[in-house]
């Protein structure tokens, strides 16, 4: 599975036809991660560039692809909101634009940057997306967390 960045509006654009703008979607799970980290004989190693990254798999009910991963990296907001109790989970359409360096994808086609939203929403930002088909990660079955990625072993 080979990453593809998303270098402006005419990839988003293709991006967001080939994945149906991500209609009858479901966020299947994310990981998040940071160059931070403390050594076993609890020195502390920290980058002061932007080193969170974030990857999301999501899931719909068409083919071709039937799943994708994204992947943010220099992610500079991240606003996750689950669902209530008794609200079905579906993403209808999302929102990927753009604005001023950074890559904002959000749960909602209506959505915009900067203006109050009648219900809250997840969305993300960053500095880099890039993506990847992941139509062989359908089903229930747990991709990230304690599972290793099978490029990375």
């Known amino acids: 599975m080979n990453w593809n960045k998303l270098n402006g509006q005419i990839d988003i654009e ?4 080939l994945f149906g703008e991500f209609h009858d979607s479901c966020l299947k799970e994310l990981y998040m991660w940071t160059e931070t980290s403390v050594g076993e004989d609890f020195s502390m190693s920290m980058s002061i560039e932007l080193d969170t990254c974030v990857r999301v798999l ?6 071709e ?22 609200q079905d989970a579906s993403i209808y359409g999302a929102k ?12 909602d ?38 599972l290793k990625d099978e490029e990375n072993q």
């Open 14 to 17: 293709n991006f967001m036809e």
């Open 58 to 63: 999501f899931q719909r009910q068409v083919p």
């Open 65 to 86: 692809p039937s799943a994708i991963e994204l992947l943010f990296k220099g992610v500079t907001q991240f606003h996750v909101v689950p669902r209530a109790e008794g």
């Open 96 to 107: 990927l634009m753009v604005r001023e360096g950074l890559f904002y994808w959000a749960e």
């Open 109 to 146: 086609e209506e959505w915009q940057l900067n203006q109050p939203f009648l219900h809250p929403i997840s969305w993300i930002s960053a500095k880099e997306l890039l993506w990847r088909d992941a139509s062989s990660w359908m089903g229930e079955d747990l991709r990230y967390g304690v």
